[in-house]
């Protein structure tokens, strides 16, 4: 009998092949030993519990990239507040788009996992109302119908009156945060921590609307005494503290869940079809819904820079290239850590291709189209062009590189769902969008 076999590295992808026994365990063994000499591994049928270890192996890797850049990020905030500079500031700036690079790509994760999807609100909740947190431009304007605490400034007001309760807000600690500001008296808008709020204080409002330029908070905001400017400097350090320690403690907790044993990686273990169901809609749901509707098409629409996912440092390009490659990586089954190396294993890809070759080429066709958009994207907004100034009315370059992108996720959500069909699993419900479903509803 004649085995096909992949010219791929037996150190990254045979370590997650499950060993099975008596015959088959020695047909492994011996084709495994034949592959090593000819410095090829034979390329097997996945199983579907190979496909959900990769899986959360990925997670579990991408989480805990996440929580040592955050902890980078965090060294890099100290310095700023010990010694407060254009330099500190940058630095500290620099660390949180670093930050962003590795979690971004675990965002596929969400809409599959309920564990997830229930906790990401704490570290990636946006837009926000950044009055809420500090001191904001009088164009902002102040409380809304809708939101009675847009403008509150924490920072500036020792002491708050939230839903009818008097709130002693006299010492900001991660407790506060927590507990009593984020989603203060249930409107989500009043985001009060994780990455966009640590965003804000870092770079404050980008007052450029579709113009150049992001956020310019003065690293003064920072300092003490006489040398500190927007006042209240002692609350704005404390608050940024708090939100990074809510932060660190926040990826801690995802890296437990994903690790050997964690909630997350018994959850998705438990049943196998169920967590080939939870690998789809996480694809699925980011691709349309999400991203391609909420995070890009929405703002294209409105001509909006408010609906920019990372709109204080105007690193939304970052971000939705990011998400993208997260897709393309759980399909792939291989995810490239911050140091360069490589975490990989038996695929959703290897699975899908066993039932259908040609689907599994069309799936990472539409995926390679997708992030080649994505590329365009951000390699615009590197040279000048950020995802705000694409939002512009009359910017017909910048529309296009949205469309694209758009367009991509969009056609690669149709393949996911033909996946789906092909593999015999129950028929899923992706996140949608009135951008996309509905774009009447959009401007009512």
């Known amino acids: 009998m004649t085995y096909p076999t992949k010219s791929i590295s037996y150190s990254a992808k045979h370590q997650n092949y499950e060993v099975t026994k008596g015959t088959d365990m020695m047909k492994r063994a011996t084709l495994t030993a034949a592959g090593l000499i000819l410095g090829t ?8 519990g190979e496909v959900l270890t990769t899986y959360a192996d990925i997670a579990h890797a991408g989480y805990e990239d996440s929580l040592t850049t955050a902890q980078a990020l965090n060294d890099a905030v100290e310095a700023l507040i010990a010694s407060p500079s254009e330099d500190t500031l940058a630095a500290a700036r620099a660390a949180w788009v670093a930050a962003r690079e590795p979690y971004q790509q675990t965002e596929v994760y969400r809409f599959g996992n309920p564990i997830v999807d229930d906790w990401e609100g704490k570290v990636n909740a946006w837009p926000l109302d950044e ?6 431009d009088e164009s902002y304007g102040g409380a809304t119908d809708e939101n009675p605490f847009a403008a509150v400034n924490v920072i500036a007001n020792p002491q708050l009156t939230i839903a009818g309760q008097e709130v002693d807000a006299s010492s900001i600690t991660p407790e506060l945060i927590a507990d009593t500001l984020n989603e203060a008296d249930g409107i989500e808008s009043n985001v009060a921590r994780g990455y966009h709020a640590i965003e804000f204080l870092l770079w404050g409002q980008d007052l450029n609307g579709t113009d150049a330029g992001a956020g310019d908070r003065p690293y003064s905001d920072f300092a003490q005494g006489d040398d500190c400017t927007n006042g209240n400097c002692d609350r704005r350090v404390d608050y940024l503290e708090a939100s990074m320690d809510l932060l660190i403690s926040d990826l801690e ?3 437990a869940a994903w690790g050997q044993g964690g909630e997350a990686r018994e959850a998705v273990m438990a049943n196998e079809d169920a967590g080939i169901i939870a690998i789809l809609t996480g694809m699925g749901s980011l691709s349309y819904g999400e991203q391609a509707g ?41 995810y490239t850590r911050v140091d360069g190396t490589v975490v990989e294993g038996p695929s959703l890809s290897d699975l899908v291709a066993e039932a259908n070759a040609d689907l599994d080429a069309e799936m990472k066709e539409k995926l390679d189209t ?24 009359g910017n017909e370059e910048g529309e ?4 694209d992108a758009i367009d991509g996720l969009i056609d690669q959500t149709a393949t996911i769902e033909r996946i789906v069909a092909d593999l015999g699993l129950e028929a899923i419900e992706f996140e949608g969008s009135d951008s996309l479903d509905n774009p009447n509803a959009v401007f009512q």
């Open 41 to 48: 591994v034979p390329a097997f049928a996945a199983t579907k």
């Open 370 to 393: 997708t992030m080649t958009a994505m590329t365009a994207i951000s390699d615009a907004a590197e040279n000048g062009m950020a995802v705000d100034q694409m939002l512009a009315p």
């Open 400 to 403: 296009k590189l949205m469309m």
């Open 131 to 136: 009055g809420l947190i500090d001191y904001v």
């Open 294 to 334: 909420e995070r890009m098409r929405l703002g294209l629409m409105l001509n909006d820079p408010e609906e920019e996912h990372d709109c204080f440092s105007d690193n939304t390009h970052r971000s939705h290239y990011n998400d993208g490659l997260g897709v393309q990586n759980v399909y792939l089954g291989s």
């Open 253 to 255: 907790e995802m890296v």
